[in-house]
């Protein structure tokens, strides 16, 4: 079949302050995709002079200004997504967070999927597995409080908008806006931001909660955590992952053994004994499986 095009796309700003991995996630998704556009919002580091210092010509650089007075619930990541997205000249369109990172193991089997899928217009997007690191690299998620499937490669022929930085929505003439149909890309996404420096994430926090006005930053302390909600990690990381995860990383975690679970933690709690018991997922989704 004829070469099915793949852009790739992401944001950033302040990468380096806030301890994102984001020079290994390009690195990561570069050898799938046929481009791969960043919208770099002005920064007070030097995170637009890594990646331009990486020299890679699939690279396309979109420098951006955020709206400091926009407050309602985190439009401003969304603003920032679309800007690169719509940028994007490739068939699919793959978005990656600045701490989200591909398996060099798995690229051949996202590009099957996709090439597997193209001539199905039923399909509109593909569905990611999601490993969520906590703590520490060595621990990971199994909480139906964090989301295990998310859509992160779609369409670039359909109509689509980002509420939020998450996820996306399809838009459909005269009626209302829905989830994309997707299939599973047999494939994960890994999810380092909450294993970066305590410090860090305590200033990511902050920067969030400016964005989404009437919320008070939480303060981190990894600590401060149900420990049923994580397993030891089984596995390899990214093989890019290896210097961010030895040096960037906090590197040991031990639970507050005096800690007591919020009130969502015990549902979160409850919910995973349910799901133990009966194979349901509990977890967010924010797309329609169809195949």
Known sequence: MAHVSISGFS????GVSLGFPFIES?????????????????SDDDTLARIQALGEPKIRIIETVWNEHMGDRGFVYAQQKMIAQYACTGQWAFYLEGDEVLHEGELAAIRASVERHHDNPTVEALVFDYKHFYGTPGYVSVSPGWYRRECRLIRNTIRTYAPDGQYWLVMQQHKKPRNP????????????????????????????AKYWKGSTPMQIDYANFDPQAVTPFIGTHPAVMAHWIAHEAEQSLVFNPDYKLTSKERKYRLSRRIEQLTGLDFSRKHFTLVV
């Open 11 to 14: 944001f950033i700003r302040n």
């Open 26 to 42: 390009i690195r990561s998704l570069l050898p799938l995709v046929d481009e791969l556009v960043i919208a770099v919002g002005r």
């Open 181 to 208: 149909r997707g299939a599973l890309a047999g494939a994960h996404i890994y999810h380092y931001g909450w294993v970066r420096k305590a410090t860090q994430m305590q200033a990511k926090l902050d920067q969030v």
